[in-house]
C-alpha cells in the first residue's frame, strides 16, 4: 500500500491560463510509510532465582521463574541503562536464545487524518513538539483511508505485550528526505499466545485508546505471524516524502 497525496499548490494566473498546465506553478509530494518487523525469541536463563535476585526490575518474573526465560528488549534496554557493567552480568547468566523467528516488511497507508495532521502541523501549527506511538494490529488487518482512531472497522488493536503503553516512535535525524527508527526500534514484549497482522501509527500512548490522531496503518506483507510469551516484536518505521516531478 502506497502513502497519500497531497496537492500543495493550485490555482490560475492572472492572464486566465491554466495553471494545472503549467508544470513550474503545480507541486503534488507523495508521503510514504515503509515498515520493517521482525520476532526475536527469548534469552534462555542458566539460574533463574540467581538472576531474579541481581537484575533490576522490568523483567517478567513469571516468564523468568517459570521457564527461565528473559525478553531480548528487557535486555537491549538494560544495556542501554547499564553499560559494560551489567553486560558482564548478562554474559555469566544468559545461556542461548535471541534468535530471530520471521521478520516481515510492508508499505503503510497514510490515513486522512494522517494527512490532514501534517497539514495543519506544518501550515499552520506553531509550539508543536510531536509525540507518536506504534501499536499493534490483530489478525488480517485491512485499514481504510477513512479511518480514525475511534473508527476502523477493518481491523482491532492487539495489547498483548508487558508494557503499559504503546511503544514511542523515536525517530533519528530527517535527512534525504526520509526519517526513522531504525537507532531506536519500537519493541514489544509478547506475554501471550498472539496473532499479529500490522502494526499502526498514532498520537495517543494509551493501549486500546480511542482518541488522539491515526497517522497510518497497514498490514504484513507476508500475513498474519504467530507470537509465543517471551518473544520480542521489534518495528522499524521509515517516512518518506517526494515530489512526484509533474
Known amino acids: 500500500m502506497s502513502g497519500g497525496m497531497v496537492v500543495i499548490g493550485r490555482g490560475s494566473d492572472s492572464f486566465g491560463g491554466r ?5 513550474g506553478l503545480r507541486g ?3 508521503a510514504a510509510g515503509h515498515w520493517c518487523v521482525s520476532a526475536v525469541s527469548p534469552f534462555r536463563v542458566a539460574d533463574p532465582e ?8 522490568g523483567f517478567d ?5 517459570g521457564a527461565g526465560l528473559l525478553h ?5 534496554r538494560l544495556i542501554r541503562a547499564a553499560g559494560d557493567r551489567m553486560r558482564r552480568v548478562l554474559d555469566e547468566l544468559l545461556v542461548g536464545g535471541g534468535d530471530v523467528q520471521w521478520s516481515d516488511a510492508y508499505q503503510n497507508l497514510i490515513v486522512n487524518t494522517g494527512l490532514d495532521d501534517y497539514l495543519d502541523k506544518y501550515f499552520k501549527g506553531s509550539s508543536y513538539t510531536a509525540a507518536h506511538y506504534v501499536g499493534l494490529a490483530s489478525s488480517s488487518p485491512t485499514p481504510a483511508a477513512s479511518d480514525t482512531m475511534s473508527s476502523h472497522g477493518g481491523w482491532t488493536e492487539s495489547t498483548s505485550y508487558s508494557e503499559s503503553t504503546r511503544q514511542a516512535f523515536t525517530p533519528g535525524s ?4 526520509s526519517v526513522s527508527n531504525s537507532a531506536s526500534k519500537a519493541a514489544f514484549s509478547i506475554n501471550g499466545t498472539v496473532t499479529v497482522g500490522g502494526a499502526f501509527l498514532t498520537t495517543n500512548s494509551t493501549k486500546s485508546g480511542t482518541t488522539g490522531t491515526l497517522v497510518a496503518a497497514g498490514a504484513f506483507t507476508g500475513g498474519n505471524k504467530s507470537l509465543q510469551n517471551g518473544d520480542t516484536l521489534n518495528v522499524q518505521a521509515t517516512f518518506t516524502q517526494a515530489d512526484d516531478g509533474v
Request: charged residues 25%; glycine residues 0%; aromatic residues 4%.
Open 28 to 30: 503534488i509530494a507523495r
Open 174 to 177: 530527517v535527512s534525504s528526505q
Open 61 to 65: 518474573r513469571r516468564l523468568l521463574l
Open 72 to 76: 531480548v528488549s528487557y535486555v537491549e
Open 50 to 57: 540467581r538472576a531474579a535476585l541481581v537484575l533490576p526490575s
Open 19 to 23: 495553471v494545472e498546465s503549467t508544470r
